[in-house]
C-alpha cells in the first residue's frame, strides 16, 4: 500500500498550504513598499508621481514580473531528483529547465502581435492561466514525455507574461512615473529570483513535484489582471506598417536587441560556472554557494529602487555602458580572484550592472516602436533574451572544457571589455521616435486617468 504522504493530494494540499505562507509577506511588500495615491492629482506637478490604474494593477504587474525570471530556476533544486525518479538521462533531465526557454524564443513573435492586436489585457491574462495550468500540472506528473510537453506550452504561457508585463507597463505609466515603475519592475524580477528558487526549495523537501506548485500563482493572477487593468482599445495600426519594416528602419533596435542577448547570455555564464567556480576555489557547501549566487539579485533589487534618479541623471546609454563596465570587472574579478569573498564581491557587482541594464533595455526597446507594433517589437526582445541563456553553456562550456573555468571566466570578461568599448559609439539618449496617443476605453472614450 502506498503512503498518503505520497499521494497527489496530499502533494497538493502540503504544497498549497505553503506556497500560501511563503507568498504573503512578498504580496505585503510590494503594497507596503509600492502603495501610492490613486487620485487625480490637483496640479500637474503632481501628475509625474501620481498612478493613473490603480494601486491594484501596478501590484499585479510587479507580482507578475517576479514570475518571469524564475521559470527555471524554481524547479532546479529538485532536477536530479526528477532524474532519478523518473529514470531519465542527465541531458533529459536538463531539458525540463530549458525546453520552456526554447518553445519562448519561437512563439514570442506571435505573442506580440496577438498583443498589438488585441490589446495587452487578455494576451496578458491568458498567458498567466496557461502560465499556472501547465506549469502547475507538474504537481500531478509522473511521465517525462508528458511533464516536457507541458514544459513546452508552459513557455507560451511564459512569453506572454514576459511580454505583457512590459507593455502594459510602457501603455499605463509616463514621463517619471514610467521610470520609476520600470525600476521597481526590475527590483521585483531580482526579488522572485530570490524568494520563489527558496520556496520552490521548501517544496521540493515534500516531494519533487512541490516546486511545480509555485507556477500556480500564474492563475490567480491572470484573473486579477482582468480585474485591475483597464479596458483599453487597442492602438490604431496604420496601413502597410509592419514590425519587421520598422525594425529595418530602426538600427539602433538591432542594436538593444543584441545587448539583451548579451545580458542573458553573461547572466547565465554566471548561474551556470560561478558554483563551480567557487567549488574549485574550496567552497563546496551548497548553502554558502546559494548565498553567493543570490547577492547577484540581492544588489539588483537594491538598485532597481534607484533607477528612477539614475536613469535621470545619466540617461539610458550612460546607464548601459555603466552595465557592462560592472560585468565587465565582475567577471574579471572571479577569473582572477582566489578567494571566496571576492567573488561575492564580483556577484554583488554584476548584480548592480543588471539592476539598471534589465530596465533601461525594456523601457528604451519599447519606447522605441509606435503603439502599434509594441507588442511585436518587445517580444523579440523576449526571443533575444532566451537565446543568449540557451547559448551560453554551449559556447563557455567548451571553452572551459578545453582549457579552465578560470579561462572561460577571462574570455567572457574580454568580450564583455570588447562590447563595453563599442558601446561608445552608441549616440546619446534621443527622444521616443513615437509619442503615446491618448489612453482610450474600448468604446472609445479618452481616459482622464493617466498623466505624462
Known amino acids: 500500500m502506498s503512503e498518503p504522504h505520497g499521494s497527489a493530494e496530499f502533494r497538493t494540499v502540503s504544497a498549497l498550504t505553503a506556497l500560501h505562507g511563503a507568498a504573503l509577506p512578498t504580496i505585503r511588500f510590494f503594497r507596503i513598499a509600492y502603495g501610492v495615491s490613486v487620485h487625480t492629482p490637483a496640479s500637474p506637478s503632481a501628475a509625474s508621481t501620481s498612478l493613473g490604474p490603480g494601486r491594484g494593477a501596478l501590484l499585479v504587474l510587479l507580482l507578475g514580473s517576479t514570475l518571469t525570471i524564475m521559470a527555471g530556476t524554481v524547479i532546479a533544486p529538485v532536477v536530479s531528483v526528477i532524474r532519478g525518479d523518473l529514470g531519465v538521462s542527465g541531458t533529459q533531465a536538463g531539458l525540463i529547465l530549458t525546453a520552456h526557454g526554447l518553445s519562448l524564443a519561437i512563439v514570442s513573435p506571435c505573442v506580440g502581435w496577438a498583443i498589438d492586436r488585441w490589446g495587452v489585457r487578455l494576451p496578458l491574462a491568458g498567458g ?8 502547475g500540472a507538474g504537481v500531478f506528473i509522473e511521465s517525462y514525455t508528458t511533464l516536457i510537453i507541458s514544459r513546452f506550452v508552459f513557455g507560451v504561457g511564459a512569453a506572454a507574461l514576459f511580454s505583457g508585463t512590459t507593455v502594459a507597463l510602457l501603455a499605463l505609466y509616463r514621463g517619471t512615473m514610467r521610470d520609476k515603475v520600470a525600476g521597481w519592475r526590475g527590483t521585483a524580477i531580482s526579488l522572485g529570483g530570490i524568494v520563489w528558487p527558496l520556496v520552490g526549495g521548501g517544496l521540493g523537501t515534500l516531494s519533487w513535484h512541490g516546486p511545480f506548485a509555485v507556477y500556480l500563482l500564474g492563475i490567480p493572477l491572470g484573473i486579477a489582471v482582468l480585474a485591475t487593468l483597464p479596458r483599453t482599445a487597442p492602438p490604431p495600426r496604420q496601413a502597410g506598417t509592419g514590425a519587421i519594416a520598422f525594425i529595418r528602419r530602426q538600427p539602433r533596435l538591432l542594436t538593444l536587441y543584441a545587448l539583451s542577448l548579451f545580458s542573458s547570455f553573461l547572466l547565465y555564464v554566471l ?16 548553502f554558502v554557494i546559494s548565498l553567493v549566487v543570490t547577492s547577484t539579485s540581492v544588489s539588483g533589487s537594491l538598485v532597481g529602487l534607484c533607477y528612477a534618479t539614475l536613469k535621470g541623471r545619466l540617461g539610458y546609454v550612460s546607464l548601459l555602458r555603466a552595465a557592462l563596465a560592472l560585468w565587465t570587472l565582475a567577471l574579471l ?18 548584480g548592480l550592472g543588471s539592476g539598471v541594464a534589465v530596465p533601461a533595455l525594456a523601457m528604451m526597446i519599447g519606447e522605441s516602436a509606435p503603439p502599434a507594433l509594441r507588442g511585436q517589437v518587445m517580444s523579440l526582445s523576449g526571443t533575444a533574451n532566451f537565446l543568449g541563456q540557451f547559448i551560453a553553456p554551449l559556447i563557455v562550456g567548451p571553452v572551459i572544457g578545453a582549457t579552465s573555468i578560470a579561462t572561460g571566466f577571462l574570455a567572457a570578461a574580454g568580450v564583455g571589455l570588447i562590447v563595453c568599448l563599442a558601446s561608445f559609439a552608441m549616440r546619446d539618449d534621443q527622444p521616443s521616435q513615437t509619442e503615446d496617443v491618448p489612453p482610450t476605453t474600448v468604446d472609445g472614450a479618452p481616459r482622464a486617468d493617466r498623466h505624462d
Request: no cysteine; charged share 5%.
Open 128 to 135: 498567466l492561466v496557461l502560465y499556472g495550468i501547465a506549469g
Open 271 to 286: 548561474a551556470v560556472f560561478l558554483p563551480q567556480r567557487l567549488t574549485e576555489l574550496g567552497t563546496a557547501d551548497p
Open 333 to 350: 574579478i572571479i577569473a582572477m580572484a582566489g578567494h571566496p569573498a571576492l567573488l561575492t564581491l564580483a556577484t554583488v557587482l554584476f
